[in-house]
């Protein structure tokens, strides 16, 4: 069973910037990252796929970046210029995502 470990998540200012790392434990070609906020259903925030193609929630559209190092089985999520209503939980995953495989996630909180 593919393990997911999220990480970087934290209280930040509106306006400000993090970054969050997900060490997956085997190579995993197309990747994700969602998010779920309380009372909402969880969301796909932004892709990777194998070819190097990004894709993201028009409500991150040039705020938030997506990466990955190969070599460490991990990816990243650069979000910058954070919002109130950006708040959620914070998980990656396959896409689509492997049920059995959802880790704790990372919280982010961005409140003045």
């Known amino acids: 069973q593919v393990q997911l470990v999220e990480s970087g998540g934290g209280l930040v200012q509106p306006g400000g910037s993090l970054t969050l790392s997900c060490v997956v434990s085997?190579?995993?070609?197309?990747m994700g990252w969602f998010r779920q906020a309380p009372g909402n259903q969880r969301e796909l925030v932004a892709t990777f796929s194998s070819r190097g193609t990004t894709t993201y929630a028009d409500s991150v559209k040039g705020r938030f970046t997506i990466s990955r190092d190969n070599a460490k089985n991990t990816v990243y999520l650069q979000m910058n210029n954070l919002k109130p209503e950006d708040t959620a939980l914070y998980y990656c995953?396959?896409?689509?995502?492997?049920?059995?495989?959802w880790g704790r996630g990372t919280q982010v909180t961005v409140s003045s």
């Open positions: 995953n396959a896409v689509p995502p492997l049920v059995h495989s």
């Open positions: 085997e190579r995993i070609f197309s």
